[in-house]
């Protein structure tokens, strides 16, 4: 047996720790070279992307793989319900596209950035801006108030400021000045009870007319699947959707409405499927008005001649 050495009695120092950023280096390599992840495992991380059609025309989802709670597919929301979405109409593309080309990407950010406007335009789109500024706007159409997935309740068609400001006006200064000389006159000699016709007859037309111009006219939603042709239905290009012989599409709408049938500006919107009997009966109620309001001034004249 050898004698021992200097180096067996005094062992050498173990070697002093490596950095922590060369420790944090060589672990990402050393994780860098484990094998890449099966197509179609779950990923920890995921994309969602949200993307909306101009001026909220219904609304598409894509998303990836959501990371623990979304994931399952048997979780929902608090309520229960799967999310809905929106209905996407058959409006003209040629507006899509301009409502499109507002909205451009910022050079410099991530963000959107939207076109500056004149404040005033001295059109109609004044009025849109700053009285249908909350509504959803499809086309010429204003949704002021829809359902969960987009149908309209509540809608103003692209002449309702001629609707606003000059058929409501007169209908209620004309028969109120009828009814205020005359109807509710005591020195006139009519009988007490006819106001309570004449009266009705305002409001029922209002109302009618209300029914009319707020009602959805029979927008449809746009259909490119390819079995429509076999159905009989036509393609309109100025849609980008197909169409049934009964609907036509509408310049001052820009949408595709079915049975439709032309523009009325003194009640603001187009007369289709939706609203053609509550146009019927605003046209007759208002002749009723009208022909009873006239009748009652040639009375009240030719009394005070006689």
């Given at each position: 047996m050898s004698p021992p050495t200097y180096a067996d009695s005094h062992p050498s120092p173990p070697p002093p720790p490596l950095p922590r950023s060369i420790s944090l280096a060589s672990t990402a390599m050393s994780a860098s070279t484990t094998d890449p992840p099966e197509e179609g495992s779950p990923k920890t991380n995921s994309a969602r992307?949200?993307?909306?059609?101009?001026e909220g025309n219904g609304r598409e989802q894509a998303s990836g793989v959501d990371d623990g709670e979304s994931s399952h597919p048997d979780n929902n929301d608090?309520?229960?319900s799967d999310r809905m979405a929106k209905?996407?109409?058959a409006v003209s593309?040629?507006?899509e596209r301009e409502q499109a080309e507002r909205i451009r990407p910022s050079p410099g950010s991530s963000g959107p950035v939207v076109r500056k406007k004149h404040c005033l335009t001295f059109s109609t789109e004044d009025f849109n801006r700053f009285f249908c500024c909350c509504a959803r706007r499809v086309g010429s159409m204003f949704f002021l108030a829809e359902k969960k997935d987009g149908s309209p309740l509540v809608v103003a068609g692209p002449c309702w400021p001629f609707c606003t400001f000059v058929t409501v006006p007169l209908i209620v200064v004309l028969s109120g000045l009828v009814g205020y000389f005359i109807v509710s006159n005591p020195n006139t000699g009519l009988p007490w009870w006819f106001a309570l016709i004449y009266y009705p007859i305002v409001v029922f037309v209002l109302s009618v007319l209300f029914c009319v111009s707020c009602q959805d006219p029979g927008l449809m939603e746009r259909v490119t699947d390819e079995e429509a042709a076999e159905n009989g239905w036509f393609w309109n290009e100025?849609?980008?959707s197909y169409r049934p012989a009964g609907a036509m599409y509408c310049r001052e709408c820009k949408a595709l409405v079915y049975?439709?049938?032309h523009v009325c500006p003194w009640t603001g919107t187009?007369?289709?499927k939706g609203n053609m009997r509550q146009f019927k009966l605003f046209v007759f109620s208002v002749n009723v008005l009208c022909y009873l309001s006239v009748g009652l001034v040639i009375w009240q004249i030719m009394d005070k001649i006689t």
């Open positions: 992307l949200e993307v909306e059609t101009p608090d309520d229960g209905k996407v109409f593309v040629r507006w100025q849609v980008g049975d439709y049938d187009a007369i289709g």
